[in-house]
C-alpha cells in the first residue's frame, strides 16, 4: 500500500520571510543603516521638491546628557508629524537643533571643576567657554545617534546648533536689533536669582517644591494720618493715630526692603483692640490693630490673644491717609511707609494687608512703580533700594544686617530670617510668629530655594511704543490668535501669559553664552547705536564665534578710532539662553546659505502657501514658543510659527511623576534594547499626547501585544501575496472583496483625516480595529479556504489577492509614520529595496468603491456568523467539536431583514463550516442565542460525508472525482491544475 498523497505542498500556503518575531533591536538598526546608505532624506527632498512646504522646526534639547523617555516621546511625535505631513503631499522638512549655551551646560562643567577642586574665576572666560563648547559638542553627538535610533528622519548630517559662529552672529543680531528700536534697556527689578548659580533665572527655569519657611506678624505704627475733620471725627482720627497696621509674611527678611503697605479698597477693614492676653504676649492688652475683618479672629488666634473687641470700622479712604512708620525705624529706617490700594490684595489669608518690597516682588514692584508720581509729589524717596547682593548677603541699603546671608552658597537656609525676627522683637514690632510649609520656587538645576532680588538687568520692554505704534505685547498677542493651537487650550494657555507678563529680562550674569553686544556710555548709560560698529562685531562673530567679545582687545578693537574706549562700558553680561533658542528662527528657516531647503520659504502669514509648526511639551508656553513668539513679533511684527502642537508629560504607569529617587524612571534606551523603537513609537500613537501620558511595564507589555496582532496581519498579507501574479482587480467581484474595498474606501477620508489634525491616536484605533477585526478576525479567516485551496486560475482567488494588495499597500502607508521600521521592512518584503515607504504617499482608497448598502447588509450578515461562532465554541468547549468545518449547523431566523440579508450568500464559508442550513422561524427553545444578537438561533450539528485531504471540509463522497475520490470536486479542479503545471 503506497503512502497517502502530501497535498500540503499543492496548496498556496502563506510564504514569507518576514518573521512573525520582529526582533526588532537587531533588526532596526540595519533599517538604519540601510536609510543611511540610500540617502532617505536628501531622497524625501528630491521626491517632493516644488511642493508647498511643511517645515518642523524643532525645539533645540541641551546637549548636555543622555535622552529621557520625555525627549524620546518629543521626537517621536515630531516624527510622526513630518513623516505624515510628506505623505499627506508636502515637502515636509524637519531640521534638528540643539541649545549650546546657558546655564545646564555651565553647570556640568562646574561641577567637574568643583569635583577637581577647581575654581571657575581662576581660568580665563575664553578658556572656560572652550571647555563649555567641547563639552556640548561631545553631547550633541552622543544626543544625535539616540535621536536616530528613535527611527527620526531629519538633516542630522546639518543640524543647526546656537553656538555655531553663524547662530552666534545672528543672536548678536537680532538683540541688536531690539536696541536699534530702543525696546532694551538696562533697568532694575526684581528677579529670580539663583544664590547657588549666581544668576537671574527665568520663570522656565524655576520649579516649585514644599519648603518651610519662618512667618511672622509684623505691626507698622501708624505715624501720621493725612485726613480733614470733615471725613472722621476727632476721636476715631486719636484711634487711628495710635493703633498699629499688621502684615503677614513669609519672608522676613524682606523686611529691611519694606517700603510700603498695601491694602484693597474691596475688603472691609475694622480697628481691633486686645482685650485679654497672657502678661508676656507680643500683643499686649490695651493695643490697637488694624486687620481685614474677615482675618481678624485668625490673628488673634496666631498671637495667642485671649479676646478682643472691635472698635471701629476702617474706610479705604481713612487707610488712604495712613502713614506708617518702619518696624525697624531704630536701626536706621526712619522714612514713611506709605499705605497704596493694591488689586493684588485678597482676605484670603494673612492679615489684609500686604507688606510691600519693591526690590523682593513683582507685584511689589508693580505696585510701587505705578504710584511713583503720587509718591515723589509726598516727599517720598522712591529709590528701590539693593538690599541683598548676588552672594544672598545683606548690602549697606539693610542697616544693621550688613553681611547677614539669605541663603548661603550651598542653598541652605542663612541667619538672616532670624537676625530680622530677633530685631523685630527688641522693637516691640512683632505680634505672632510661625512656621509654615508650602510651595517654594527652586532652581530646577540645583534644586535649591531661590530668591527675589533687586539686581540691575537688562529688558526687553513689553508696552513700549514702536514707530508704528504698536508694543510688543500687542503684536504678540495679535500673532497669538493668527497662529493654530493644537490642542486649542493652548492659545489661553499663552495667551494669559502674555497679557500678565512683566517686561522680559534677557540678561544673565555668567560666562557661556552670546553676550549682548552693546556699549553704554559712561555718563548718559544710552547705548551705542552705531551701525558700523555693529557690522564690525556681527562680522567678528561670524569668523571667530562670540568668544571675540571676551578678548583683551575687543573693546577698543569693536569701538574702533570713531569712539573714545574710555568714554564707553562693554557690557559683558550674555544673553538669557531662552533668547537663543527664541532668535533660531532666524539662523534655521531664514539662513538659505545654511539651509538651503528652506530657501525661498513664505509662510501663510506672509501670502504664502507654507507651513511653520513648532512642537513641544506644554510647559513651552511659559518657554520656547514664548520667547520664539516676543522675538519674532519683536523684530519680525509677527509669530515665527503657524501652528503650535503640544503635548503632556511622561507619569509612570500609576500616573505619578518619574524621579530616580522612586525608582520608576524608564529609559528609553532601556525600551529599545530590550522590544525595539518601534514599540515605544507605537506607546505614542497609542497615547492622547494632549495629556500627560503613562508608561510602564504593564502599559509596554499591552503596547507589544497590539504591536504583535499588527504585525501577524501584514506577515499573513505578505504570505499570502507571494502566490499573486499582479492581476489588478477586474471582472466580476465578489461582494466580500467589494465589503473590503469599502472598507478601504471608507477608511481612507477618516486616515487622512486624523493625520492632517494629528490625530495619531484615531489612526492607531482606526487600524487596529480594522487590521483585528475586519480583516484578521473576518475577511482573513473566511478567505483562507479560498485563496491556498482554490485552483491557481480561479478568478474569485486572483480577485481576492489582488484585493488584500490593495489592503497591504493602504495599511502599510497609513502605519508608517508610526511603525517606521516596520512598514519598512514589510515594503522592502513585498516590492524590494530600491525603494522605501516613506517615499510613497499615503495610500488614497477609490471613492467609487463606496457601498453603504452593501455595509449594512454584511453588518447584518456578521451579527449571524457572530452567532454561530457562539454556537461552536460551546460545541468545542464540550468537546463535541474540534474544527469548526466538522460542523453543519441549522441557523434560524426570525427576522425577515436578516434573511434577506442572507439570501445568495454562502454561510457555510461566511461560517467557515462544512456546511450550514437557513430556516425561517425562531428555532427551538433549547438552541443557542446570544442577548445582543434577537431572532437568531442555532442548533449545531455534525457535519455529514467524510473529510477532504485536502481543504479539510466534509463532503458527499459520491461527488467525488473518480481521480481524487479523498478529496472535494473543487480540490481536485485545482490538484489537475497544479499536475498540469508541475508536469511542465
Keep these: 500500500m503506497s503512502d497517502p498523497f502530501d497535498y500540503s505542498k499543492t496548496l498556496f500556503l502563506p510564504e514569507t520571510p518576514f518573521p512573525m518575531r520582529a526582533g526588532l533591536p537587531e533588526k532596526e538598526p540595519q533599517i538604519l543603516k540601510s536609510w543611511e546608505e540610500m540617502g532617505l532624506y536628501d531622497r524625501l527632498r528630491r521626491t517632493a521638491k516644488g511642493r508647498d512646504r511643511f517645515v518642523l522646526h524643532d525645539g533645540p534639547p541641551y546637549a548636555n546628557g543622555h535622552l529621557h523617555i520625555g525627549h524620546a516621546l518629543n521626537k517621536i511625535l515630531k516624527d510622526m508629524v513630518t513623516k505624515s505631513q510628506q505623505m499627506l503631499g508636502f515637502d515636509s522638512d524637519y531640521v534638528p537643533g540643539w541649545d549650546c549655551h546657558g546655564l545646564p551646560i555651565e553647570w556640568k562643567i562646574e561641577e567637574e571643576y568643583r569635583g577637581k577642586g577647581k575654581n571657575k574665576d581662576d581660568v580665563p572666560v575664553v578658556e572656560f567657554r572652550q571647555e563649555c563648547r567641547a563639552f556640548a559638542t561631545r553631547w550633541l553627538e552622543i544626543q544625535r545617534e539616540e535621536f536616530k535610533r528613535l527611527g527620526v528622519v531629519g538633516d542630522w548630517a546639518n543640524p543647526y546648533q546656537t553656538m555655531t559662529f553663524h547662530a552666534e552672529a545672528q543672536i548678536a543680531d537680532e538683540i541688536m536689533k531690539f536696541a536699534a528700536t530702543d525696546q532694551l534697556y538696562r533697568g532694575s527689578k526684581p528677579v529670580m536669582w539663583s544664590v547657588v548659580e549666581k544668576t537671574a533665572l527665568a520663570e522656565a527655569e524655576v520649579e516649585y517644591h514644599d519648603h518651610t519657611s519662618d ?10 494720618v493725612d485726613l480733614d475733620a470733615s471725613q472722621v471725627d476727632k476721636d476715631k482720627l486719636a484711634l487711628l493715630k495710635n493703633s498699629r497696621v499688621v502684615i503677614w509674611t513669609t519672608t522676613p527678611w524682606t523686611m529691611p526692603g519694606n517700603r510700603a503697605i498695601s491694602y484693597s479698597n474691596r475688603i472691609g477693614y475694622g480697628l481691633y483692640r486686645v482685650m485679654a492676653a497672657p502678661a508676656d504676649n507680643w500683643a499686649r492688652v490695651g493695643n490697637t490693630y488694624v486687620l481685614a475683618d474677615k482675618l481678624a479672629a485668625d490673628v488673634f488666634k496666631a498671637a495667642k490673644v485671649e479676646s478682643f473687641e472691635r472698635v471701629t470700622d476702617v474706610s479705604a479712604a481713612e487707610l488712604a491717609g495712613i502713614t506708617a512708620a518702619h518696624p525697624l525705624a531704630n536701626l536706621g529706617y526712619g522714612f514713611d511707609v506709605p499705605l497704596l490700594d493694591g488689586d493684588h490684595v485678597t482676605d484670603d489669608a494673612g492679615t489684609g494687608f500686604v507688606h510691600t518690597a519693591p526690590g523682593h516682588g513683582r507685584e511689589d514692584f508693580d505696585i510701587w512703580m505705578a504710584n511713583g508720581r503720587i509718591l515723589a509729589e509726598r516727599g517720598i524717596e522712591t529709590r528701590i533700594p539693593y538690599t541683598v547682593d548676588g552672594d544672598g548677603r545683606f548690602t549697606t541699603e539693610a542697616p544693621g544686617f550688613e ?50 532680588r533687586n539686581t540691575p538687568q537688562w529688558f526687553i520692554a513689553m508696552d513700549k511704543p514702536y514707530a508704528d505704534g504698536t508694543t510688543l505685547r500687542q503684536r504678540a498677542l495679535k500673532a497669538i490668535g493668527d497662529t493654530q493651537w493644537v490642542p486649542e487650550s493652548g492659545e489661553n494657555r499663552i495667551r494669559g501669559m502674555i497679557e500678565n507678563r512683566p517686561d522680559w529680562v534677557v540678561s544673565r550674569q555668567r560666562a557661556w553664552g552670546v553676550p549682548i553686544a552693546v556699549f553704554v556710555h559712561q555718563e548718559t548709560n544710552e547705548i551705542l547705536k552705531d551701525e558700523t560698529v555693529n557690522l564690525r562685531i556681527i562680522e567678528a562673530f561670524r ?21 573714545k574706549a574710555d568714554e564707553w562700558v562693554k557690557v559683558d553680561d550674555v544673553l538669557d539662553v531662552w533668547f537663543d533658542s527664541g532668535s533660531t528662527h532666524a539662523f534655521t528657516l531664514e539662513s538659505p546659505q545654511d539651509f538651503p531647503n528652506f530657501a525661498g520659504l513664505k509662510r501663510k502669514v506672509d501670502g504664502g502657501a507654507d507651513t511653520v509648526m513648532y512642537l513641544e511639551g506644554s510647559d513651552q508656553h511659559r518657554g520656547w514658543f514664548h520667547s520664539s513668539l516676543l522675538e519674532s513679533c519683536g523684530t519680525r511684527g509677527r509669530a515665527p510659527y503657524d501652528v503650535v502642537l503640544t503635548h503632556g508629560f511622561v507619569l509612570d504607569g ?81 461582494e466580500l472583496e467589494r465589503l473590503m474595498l469599502h472598507k478601504l474606501a471608507e477608511l481612507s477620508p477618516e486616515i487622512h483625516a486624523a493625520y492632517r489634525t494629528y490625530d495619531y491616536k484615531k489612526v492607531f484605533a482606526l487600524l487596529t480595529q480594522f487590521m483585528n477585526v475586519d480583516l484578521s478576525a473576518f475577511y482573513f479567516d473566511i478567505r483562507k479556504d479560498r485563496l491556498y485551496c482554490d485552483p491557481w486560475s480561479s478568478h474569485e482567488r486572483k480577485v481576492a489577492l489582488a484585493v488584500i494588495e490593495e489592503v497591504f499597500k493602504a495599511v502599510t502607508t497609513w502605519l508608517a509614520p508610526i511603525l517606521s521600521f516596520t512598514c519598512e521592512e514589510a515594503w522592502w518584503d513585498r516590492y524590494g529595496r530600491d525603494g522605501s515607504v516613506h517615499l510613497e504617499g499615503l495610500y488614497t482608497a477609490d471613492s467609487a468603491w463606496l457601498d453603504t448598502d452593501l455595509d449594512a447588509k454584511w453588518e447584518k450578515i456578521r451579527k449571524v456568523r457572530r452567532v454561530v461562532t457562539g454556537a461552536l465554541e460551546v ?35 461566511i461560517a467557515i463550516t462544512s456546511a450550514a442550513t437557513v430556516a425561517a422561524g425562531e428555532g427551538p427553545a433549547d438552541a443557542f442565542r446570544l442577548d445582543e444578537a434577537k431572532g437568531i438561533a442555532v442548533v449545531s450539528a455534525k ?22 475520490p479523498d478529496i472535494t470536486p473543487r480540490d481536485a479542479a485545482a490538484m489537475k491544475e497544479w499536475s498540469g503545471r508541475h508536469a511542465l
Design 875 to 909: 460545541e468545542r468547549a464540550a468537546k463535541r467539536l474540534g474544527s469548526s468545518l466538522e460542523a453543519a449547523p441549522t441557523v434560524f431566523i426570525a427576522d425577515a431583514d436578516l434573511m434577506a440579508a442572507l439570501d445568495g450568500a454562502d454561510l457555510a464559508e
Design 215 to 224: 512667618t511672622v506678624h509684623v505691626a507698622f505704627a501708624v505715624r501720621a
Design 943 to 964: 457535519a455529514a460525508g467524510v473529510k477532504c485531504a485536502r481543504s479539510w471540509k466534509y463532503f458527499d463522497p459520491a461527488t467525488a472525482d473518480p481521480h481524487h
Design 654 to 734: 500609576e500616573g505619578r511623576k518619574m524621579s530616580k529617587s522612586l525608582g520608576n524612571t524608564v529609559a528609553p534606551q532601556d525600551v529599545i534594547k530590550q522590544s525595539g523603537a518601534d514599540i515605544l513609537r507605537l506607546w505614542v500613537a497609542a497615547s492622547d499626547y494632549s495629556d500627560d501620558l503613562r508608561i510602564g511595564k504593564e502599559i509596554l507589555q499591552t503596547t507589544s501585544d497590539a504591536y504583535r496582532k499588527l504585525r501577524n496581519t501584514m506577515r499573513w498579507m505578505l504570505g499570502a501575496l507571494k502566490h499573486h501574479d499582479g492581476s489588478d482587480i477586474a471582472g466580476e467581484v465578489p
Design 543 to 563: 569668523q571667530e564665534g562670540a568668544d571675540a567679545w571676551f578678548k583683551a582687545d575687543a573693546k577698543q578693537r569693536f569701538l574702533g578710532p570713531q569712539h
Design 403 to 452: 553681611g547677614r546671608q539669605v541663603i548661603t552658597e550651598k542653598g541652605e537656609k542663612g541667619d538672616a530670617n532670624q537676625a530680622v525676627i530677633e530685631a523685630l522683637m527688641a522693637a516691640d514690632s512683632l505680634v505672632a510668629r510661625g512656621r509654615l510649609k508650602h510651595q517654594y520656587p527652586h532652581s530646577w538645576r540645583s534644586k535649591k530655594p531661590v530668591i527675589f
